[in-house]
C-alpha cells in the first residue's frame, strides 16, 4: 500500500490530492463533500495501520478523487487530473494484479 502512495504521489497531476483542502478558503467544500479523504490523511492511516485490507486502501484512494469530482465541475483543471489519476491508479492496481 506504501508503494501505491508513493506512486500515486510521485505522478504530475496528483498536485491537489497531496493535502487536505484548505476549507477556510474553499468554505462549502463540506456542504458537498461528506468525507473528505486526500493522501496526507491516507499515509497517516497507513502509518497507524488503519487499513485492514488493501480494498479499503484503495476506497479511500478512489473517495479522494471521487470527491474531487463531485465538488468541481467537468470543465476544470482539477476534475480533469481527478480522472487522470482514477487512470493512474486502475494502471496500478492492475500491475499488482487487482
Known amino acids: 500500500m506504501e508503494a501505491i502512495l508513493k506512486e500515486l504521489r510521485n ?5 491537489p490530492f497531496h493535502q487536505p ?3 477556510d478558503e474553499v468554505k462549502d467544500y463540506l456542504d458537498v463533500v461528506k468525507k473528505p479523504m486526500d493522501f496526507q490523511n491516507m499515509e497517516f492511516k497507513l502509518e497507524n495501520n488503519a487499513y485492514a485490507t488493501l480494498d479499503d486502501f484503495v476506497a479511500d484512494a478512489k473517495l479522494v478523487f471521487n470527491n474531487c469530482k463531485l465538488y468541481n465541475p467537468e470543465n476544470t483543471v482539477y476534475h480533469k487530473v481527478a480522472v487522470k489519476m482514477e487512470k493512474v491508479l486502475q494502471d496500478i ?3 499488482v494484479g487487482m
Open 11 to 15: 505522478n504530475d497531476s496528483s498536485w
Open 21 to 23: 483542502v484548505n476549507i
Open 93 to 95: 492496481l492492475k500491475s
